[in-house]
């Protein structure tokens, strides 16, 4: 369990933080000085006054191995010495081949051909700009976009775009293209959102629907059935209309499977990937296509050509990073430790007592969500979670509250014990 230091940290590196730093999310004007974190280990965060916290939440998502995984360290440094960095337009090199062939053989078999970028945003800003230029090459008129209400995809302006409208996307919504949206097939409005989705679909001009499968992350940890997602993507592909899953956040295990659309048979066309890609190590993007896709883009016409690129495109040290990733998930132990995860999620959310205050008990994988009953809205902007995030703080647990909504999204790698502390707090704050 987290260890409280004696020493009184004088907040040097936190005070030169704020004279020269604007940190994301953060309405800087009343911002508390940022605690320093100076070191990582497994499940653990250190700050400079050496008191020790349990990142409950994978550091935003990403960090699924945990904190300075000696065995990643090792690899990256390797290729470090070998190659640290070469153009991808008309190179290659090895580790770029390695990761695109391995990740294939774990993505749906319908997968074809990756294509690299930086982060999530930018693999969602491929994906869209390869299903809407895969119509154009073939000169069908058809560029509608249909996404989930509630849905967040990144903060680029493609990404904003078909992503909700929102608190996050409010001072661009004038700029932002037009996109159809519908229900999230949650209980009770399953039948809602199929008959928004066929009725948009009796018009033949719709291009792509775009979707985070089982999982909505950043809209407050909202989850529905596989079958949901089966009956939706079958049906656009019945219609002719590219589909889009959004792994960003729930690849890589997080959902109890590899991949969330593991869990669905009608496969999606393209796949986004990052967060826990490079194990949470280094920014790298991943977006994966149908042979279908890949083949619209071939011609001798230079103008069909699919112009996007980045700087750092399939960067050999990322690229090493999410290989030594992918050699975790190799060892057996890493998906034991996934389901160890998984069940004891399960049996906590069996312990919980009936409390007024809880609203809604969520659970898909490793990723464990409640929602608390206010008298305020559910969102993002609800006051009680900054009241969560500093009582948690105090007991040397790192969460960031979607607002009203409490969620666990812990490092594979975190301890019986750790997972029973974190219960007990948030038993404790509820009373």
């Known amino acids: 369990m987290p260890e409280q230091s004696n020493t009184i940290s004088e907040k040097s590196l936190a005070n030169r933080d704020q004279q020269v730093i604007w940190h994301p999310y953060t309405q800087m004007k009343n911002a508390v000085l940022p605690i320093s974190i100076v070191k990582g280990e497994g499940a653990y965060l250190f700050d400079d006054a050496g008191n020790k916290y349990i990142d409950a939440i994978s550091s935003w998502w990403v960090n699924i191995h945990g904190h300075a995984h000696p065995y990643i360290a090792e690899k990256v440094n390797e290729q470090f010495l070998q190659l640290e960095h070469v153009i991808f337009a008309g190179f290659t090199h090895p580790k770029a081949v390695e990761l695109a062939e391995r990740l294939l053989q774990r993505l749906p078999a319908n997968q074809s051909k990756i294509f690299y970028s930086d982060n999530g945003s930018t693999a969602v800003e491929v994906g869209v700009k390869m299903a809407l230029q895969f119509w154009q090459n073939q000169n069908i008129k058809k560029n509608k976009i249909i996404a989930f209400k509630d849905a967040y995809h990144g903060d680029t302006f493609g990404a904003m775009s078909v992503s909700g409208r929102s608190l996050f996307t409010q001072p661009f919504n004038d700029f932002l293209f037009h996109v159809d949206f519908i229900d999230v097939p949650v209980k009770g409005k399953e039948e809602a959102s ?6 948009l679909l009796q018009a033949n001009d719709v291009a792509v629907f775009i979707f985070e499968p089982l999982i909505l992350g950043a809209g407050g940890m909202i989850m529905y059935e596989p079958e949901s997602l089966e009956k939706l993507v079958k049906r656009c592909k019945e219609r002719n209309v590219i589909t889009i899953a959004d792994e960003v956040m729930t690849g890589f295990g997080r959902t109890g499977k590899f991949f969330a659309t593991d869990f669905i048979n009608s ?22 296509c149908s042979q279908k896709i890949y083949d619209a883009f071939l011609s ?41 995860i998984v069940q004891m999620h399960e049996d906590f959310i069996s312990t919980i007592p009936s409390n007024p205050l ?9 990723i464990l969500a409640i929602e608390l009953k206010t008298n305020e809205n559910t969102n993002y902007l609800n006051t009680i979670g900054e009241t969560i995030r500093k009582f948690f703080l105090s007991k040397k647990i790192i969460i960031r509250p979607l607002g009203n909504v409490i969620y666990i999204l812990p490092p594979y790698c975190i301890s019986n014990d750790d997972l029973k502390y974190i219960y007990f707090v948030i038993n404790e704050f509820m009373g």
């Open 300 to 340: 001798d016409d230079r103008t069909k050509t699919f112009y996007h690129g980045h700087s750092f495109t399939a960067n050999p040290l990322t690229c090493a990073a999410a290989c030594a990733s992918l050699d975790i998930f190799d060892q057996s132990e890493t998906m034991k430790d996934i389901q160890r």
């Open 267 to 288: 496969k999606p066309d393209i796949i986004c990937l990052s967060k826990g890609l490079t194990g949470g190590v280094m920014p790298l993007g991943v977006t994966s």
């Open 194 to 199: 199929f008959s928004q989705l066929e009725k």
């Open 358 to 366: 809880i609203a809604d008990i969520r659970q898909k994988g490793t």
